[in-house]
């Protein structure tokens, strides 16, 4: 043992004291944004192929104006770690039956009524406000490099102070729906609080609450996302969570060849 | 001055945000979710009302439909699924007063799964391929499958189409399936009785399909066909998908092999078989705002080029609405290219209200179809208003069509 580590250097002492002031992160004390970031996303992502209830409300100025429900199947891609997901509208009756296959940009979406199976961008938008990629599970960790800015309190969902991680993540694949996130993760229990998703053009595309945090699968999880449109913040759309569930997701499934098939129940 | 205000703007645009955030959680508070379960069985009921102007006499003729709906799928026991689904289609027509119904018995089949990845079926299937939007070669079973008109919106008549009477096999492993079809001959000749099931029209002679698909990549999933027919050579099949970017989707649709002509199936002429191929390929751009455009272009291989379509009418009429009759059909077109131009922009200029237009046009003849709707709807309920306008020379393939433009509103309800 050399010297230098047995007795505190004028160094250390400089930025011990600078990760302990409020609101400033250095290199040399900051935890490791990329694993803050997995065990966010560990805390929103069953670790197994599993299914729930996505009901969509959405808000125009105060006024609900749309509801959807989906039931949702995922798991995750043992090559990439990312999921994939099939999505089967079951409300309202004019969609029902009607279903939705996303791995990555891969997107397909199927009608039972014209037996087509038709092959979509990620710009085409099947659910009102939210994007495609709203409703499915995604592993951030994945996709985005993630860069611890600060500590610092900020309010929850649930109108609670937290003192967050306030993560910068830029994506590191073509294939996600935003190009770049501010997130912050409570400090305390890894658990998401807050997030703005950005464009390229660094346009605030939409802000997210993740609440109503409740024991599910094992691991308490938000149960609620709480959506608000970047442009317009009178629109509102509340994704609500139920009936988490293990599921046996074959790999068959998870193509186009499949849809016409599919019927889990 | 002015920096004055920038500066009062940027330090009060946080605290327009923690309002617009609270009150959207406010929102979020008061929500109420009902549990919607998925249901086995679906029911709609849809009435038009039908104003044309016929091009020969400038007269009006009118339509009056209504038409019900129902689909059932469920599963009856473990490893056993039962899927039925049908269309009862009634018209009112004034001057000449007449009515007609029409029922569609789209599918009612059994399916066995006796493993996760292999499945069975046995019975009506309507079973369709196909990536292109107004014209399909690879949707080998299209012949003789529309009994009912209600639009002349491509994507209206892919839905409401007869099954085939066949048996089913498909096998799935990761990333692709193999799907092999036998359809056997079960009578001779349509049968245009309102409830009859028609299998002179889908089981007229005897038919299989193979299809082929594998995962290539993220951005590849071909599907190769081979279809056979009684009296034909095998004709191959290929569709294809590429995203080229975040908006922008590629499709390509092509079939092949040796076969007659169309105007030679259609007045059981001396065969004049030869390689002939039939593509369909497009391109849909989506922007941030909800609408896609498509552009299409369609080759038929099979039909009749310039001089012989222009040359086909002033020869004998007969003969032109034998041919026409046909191709209608078999679903081909008349001429061998057309493009095909599609506007869909979704939640148009306010929410729940969609606008939709697109336009055939012939280049061989150089007649056009255009067809517009603004729709929309609440809940439960659909409400439409279609335009539709066949311009052309008297014998092109949409200036020959009676109707020279036709009106319709219709509304649907979902059950």
Redesign the interface.
């Known amino acids: 043992m050399s010297e230098s580590t047995r007795r505190p250097s004028y160094g250390a002492i400089v930025a011990l004291w600078a990760a302990l002031a409020p609101g400033h992160v250095t290199a040399a004390a900051a935890p490791n944004a990329q694993e803050i970031l997995a065990a966010s996303d560990a805390i929103r992502n069953p670790g197994q192929p599993f299914g729930l209830t996505v009901?969509l409300?959405e808000?125009?100025d105060?006024k609900q104006?749309?509801?959807t429900?989906l039931?949702v199947y995922s798991k995750a891609d043992p090559a990439s770690g990312q999921f994939r997901s099939l999505i089967?509208f079951?409300?309202?009756?004019?969609d029902?039956?009607k279903l939705m296959l996303k791995?990555?940009?891969?997107l397909w979406f199927f009608d039972?009524?014209?037996?087509?199976?038709?092959?979509?961008?990620?710009?085409?938008?099947l659910l009102?406000q939210a994007a495609n990629g709203d409703v499915v599970t995604v592993n951030l960790a994945k996709d985005y490099k993630a860069e611890l800015l600060a500590e610092e309190d900020t309010?929850d969902?649930e109108?609670v102070n937290r003192h967050c991680y306030k993560l910068a993540l830029a994506a590191v694949s073509?294939?996600v729906t935003y190009h770049h996130i501010e997130m912050w993760i409570d400090v305390s229990s890894d658990r998401p609080v807050k997030a703005r998703f950005f464009s390229e053009s660094d346009r605030l595309l939409k802000?997210a609450?993740y609440?109503r945090y409740q024991l599910q699968l094992g691991v308490e999880r938000p149960t609620?996302m709480?959506i608000?449109d970047g442009l317009n913040?009178?629109w509102?759309t509340?994704m609500?969570y139920?009936d988490f569930a293990w599921r046996e997701v074959?790999?068959?499934w998870l193509?186009?060849?499949?849809l016409p098939?599919f019927?889990p129940? | 001055m002015r920096a004055l205000c920038l500066v009062a703007l940027l330090a009060t645009t946080p605290a327009f945000?923690?309002d617009?955030?609270?009150?959207?959680?406010g929102?979020?508070d008061k929500?109420v979710?009902t549990?919607?379960?998925?249901?086995d069985w679906?029911l709609?009921t849809e009435a038009a009302w039908n104003l044309a102007v016929l091009r020969a006499t400038d007269a009006t003729q009118q339509f009056e439909r209504l038409s019900l709906g129902a689909?059932y799928?469920t599963?009856v026991a473990p490893q056993w699924?039962v899927a039925f689904a049908d269309r009862f289609d009634a018209w009112w027509q004034q001057e000449p007063s007449r009515q007609y119904n029409v029922n569609t018995l789209q599918e009612a089949y059994l399916s066995w799964l006796p493993r996760?990845?292999r499945?069975a079926d046995l019975g009506s299937i309507?079973?369709?391929y196909?990536?292109a939007y107004a014209y399909n070669p690879t949707d080998f079973f299209r012949t003789d499958a529309v009994r009912a008109t209600v639009s002349a919106d491509p994507?209206v008549q892919?839905?409401n189409r007869l099954g085939t009477v066949a048996v089913r096999g498909?096998a799935?492993?990761?990333?692709?399936?193999l799907?092999a079809l036998y359809s056997p001959k079960l009578a001779d000749h349509p049968n245009n009785g309102a409830l009859d099931p028609d299998l002179g029209a889908t089981n007229g002679s005897n038919r299989w399909l193979v299809a082929v698909?594998q995962?290539l990549s993220?951005?590849f999933?071909p599907?190769w066909l081979l279809f056979g027919t009684v009296g034909q050579p095998p004709q191959f099949g290929l569709n294809l998908?590429t995203?080229l970017?975040?908006?922008?989707?590629l499709?390509l649709e092509w079939s092949g092999g040796r076969s007659a002509s169309l105007f030679v199936q259609a007045l059981s002429l001396p065969s004049d078989t030869a390689f002939r191929s039939r593509l369909a390929t497009n391109l849909?751009?989506?922007?941030?705002n909800?609408l896609?455009l498509t552009v299409e272009y369609e080759y038929c291989g099979a039909a009749l080029d310039g001089d012989a379509w222009d040359e086909l009418g002033r020869r004998s009429l007969p003969v032109y609405v034998a041919y026409r009759n046909y191709v209608a059909a078999v679903q081909d077109p008349p001429t061998r290219r057309r493009f095909f131009l599609r506007a869909f922009w979704?939640?148009a200029l306010f929410?729940?209200f969609d606008l939709t237009s697109y336009a055939f046009v012939d280049t061989v003849d150089h007649s056009w179809q255009t067809w517009v709707e603004a729709r929309y709807?609440w809940?439960?309920l659909?409400l439409a208003l279609q335009w539709q306008r066949n311009d052309g020379a008297p014998l092109s393939q949409y200036g020959a069509l009676p109707q020279q433009w036709i009106t319709q509103v219709l509304a649907r309800y979902?059950?």
Do not use: C, M
Not at chain 2, 172 to 177: A, I, K, P, R
Not at chain 2, 245 to 249: L, P, S, W
């Open positions: 009901a409300i808000y125009r105060g104006t749309d509801s429900t039931a089967r079951v409300a309202p009756p004019r029902a039956n791995s990555g940009n891969d039972p009524a014209s037996k087509a199976s038709i092959r979509l961008s990620p710009q085409q938008r009102g309010q969902g109108r073509p294939d802000t609450y609440r609620e709480v608000i913040p009178q509102v509340v609500r139920s074959s790999e068959q193509q186009r060849d499949y098939r019927r129940e | 945000a923690a617009d955030d609270a009150a959207a959680l929102l979020a929500t979710t549990a919607e379960q998925a249901r679906h709609f689909s799928d599963v699924r996760p990845d499945i309507n079973t369709r196909g990536v994507a892919r839905e498909q799935l492993w990761t990333g692709g399936s799907t698909s995962q993220d951005q999933n599907q998908t995203l970017n975040d908006a922008t989707v499709s849909t751009y989506t922007t941030a909800k896609s979704q939640d929410n729940h709807h809940t439960q659909d979902f059950f």
